[in-house]
């Protein structure tokens, strides 16, 4: 069940503003923002926008970790990214059909702002720095997941696990160990078959490139890990 707090946490001036991009709004448009919130909360595995669903709000986690991923044929799941706190997920249906076209799900009990869309929109067209750099952000999720294409159709196992274990270190725990990550969702990562992703993991683990300590993983050799991801 997910918990929708009528009581506030913090106004959006002194939370929104730990992303770098809210920094280019005045706090008169914060405080536009602010006053057509909702705060939730919720459990690790709840869904927070399902695929396909109207997009009446975007979403930006204040706290915890989710997982932003294509709901495919046969119940295969694509994982496009990880999503950390102050990110703003909406998603091009925004802008086209007012749809999500894919799913955020929390990886671990995790807070959430659902922000009106229109008012968002609104706060868009006023600040046309805000709006310039939103869609810089847009172009770069884009990039990188042409990069994650590429990877998915033209890499080995070895290589696109190499890759996925180097964005989870480097992009998303900023090169501390791995946490609250399965094996199936570095499958989903990847385009592979758990049992595929058991198989390398552990061919990585004999060659001491990673370790697993309390359900972490920790990478022992990135060296090696950036050789797998640049020969796979």
């Not at 923002?33 to 927070?48: A, D, M, P, Q």
């Not at 310039?132 to 952000?137: A, D, Q, S, Y």
């Not at 969702?185 to 990847?190: G, P, R, S, Y």
Request: aromatic fraction near 8%; hydrophobic fraction near 40%; proline fraction near 2%.
């Amino acid at each position: 069940m997910v918990d929708i707090n009528m009581k506030k946490c913090l106004d959006c001036r002194h939370c929104f503003r730990k992303n770098v991009l809210f920094e280019l709004l005045t706090d008169e448009e914060l405080d536009i923002l602010n006053n057509h919130r909702t705060e939730v909360t919720f459990k690790k595995g709840e869904i927070i926008f399902k695929q396909g669903s109207p997009l009446t709000h975007i979403v930006i986690i204040s706290e915890g970790l989710g997982k932003n991923y294509i709901e495919g044929p046969r119940g295969k799941n694509l994982i496009i990214s990880i999503v950390k706190p102050y990110l703003i997920n909406g998603g091009p249906g925004m802008y086209v059909d007012m749809r999500h076209h894919s799913s955020l799900m929390a990886l671990v009990d995790t807070k959430a702002c659902f922000v009106d869309v229109n008012i968002f929109k609104e706060v868009i067209r006023k600040n046309s720095i805000f709006a310039e750099e939103f869609i810089r952000c847009f172009s770069q999720n884009n990039i990188h997941t042409f990069g994650q294409f590429v990877t998915l159709t033209q890499k080995n196992m070895e290589g696109r696990i190499a890759e996925a274990l180097l964005y989870l270190k480097n992009d998303i725990f900023k090169n501390g160990s791995i946490k609250h990550i399965t094996r199936q969702e570095i499958a989903d990562l990847t385009g592979l078959t758990k049992e595929s992703t058991i198989r390398v993991m552990k061919e990585f683990k004999n060659e001491c490139v990673i370790d697993e300590e309390d359900k972490e993983i920790v990478i022992l050799n990135e060296p090696a890990l950036q050789k797998y991801a640049e020969l796979g």
